[in-house]
């Protein structure tokens, strides 16, 4: 088994930035991708970046340009570093590694961006 830790989360003003961590432990042999999604209620869970261990990255393209994602594989950490946030960047982020052929999820995160 793989247990997610995320931190970051919080109240931003809109153009504002935040940081999302998300740590990886338990069984651990190769995270194959690591990413973010977010979830906002009544609608369906929603990529927001992902990255696999070769470094390439995939991004929704509401965050481009805005969000980058990165990887400590030493640390079995994904980041989110959110830029520009805006109002409807408001919901809960989940952090989601893939190990094998299982997906884990993290408890999510609350980000709310608000004047």
């Known amino acids: 088994q793989v247990q997610l830790v995320e931190s970051g989360g919080g109240l931003v003003q809109p153009g504002g930035s935040l940081r999302l961590s998300c740590a990886a432990s338990?069984?651990?042999?190769?995270?194959?991708?690591m990413g973010w999604y977010r979830q906002a209620p009544g609608k369906q869970r929603e990529l927001v970046a992902n990255i696999i261990s070769g470094g390439s990255t995939n991004y929704a393209d509401s965050v481009k340009g805005r969000f980058t994602i990165s990887r400590d594989n030493a640390k079995n950490t994904v980041y989110l570093q959110m830029n520009s946030l805006k109002p409807e960047d408001t919901t809960v982020y989940y952090c989601?590694?893939?190990?094998?052929?299982?997906?884990?999820w993290g408890q999510g995160t609350q980000v709310t961006v608000s004047s």
């Open positions: 338990g069984s651990i042999f190769s995270l194959y991708r």
């Open positions: 989601n590694v893939v190990q094998s052929t299982r997906n884990y």
